[in-house]
């Protein structure tokens, strides 16, 4: 029987970016007390991990292939 190690720093680096930066940015995106200057702003990192997010996935779904 073969052990299989977890790879557990994607998941750690993908909490950092989803409960540190990517959830800050939307709550502050979609509170109306804030600005609409400082809502606008926070779509941006919102939008560039999301665009992060797909290519990492797509990135991970042509190597997964290969192997």
């Known amino acids: 029987m073969e052990l299989l190690a977890m790879d557990w720093s994607g998941f750690v680096l993908t909490f950092c970016f989803i409960y540190g ?7 502050t995106m979609l509170d109306v007390q804030h600005e609409l200057r400082q809502r606008l702003l926070a ?16 990135r991970q779904l042509k190597y997964g292939d290969l192997l």
């Open 21 to 27: 930066v990517y959830a800050p940015c939307l709550l």
């Open 43 to 58: 779509l941006l990192p919102c939008l560039l991990l999301s665009w992060l997010g797909y290519w990492l996935s797509q």
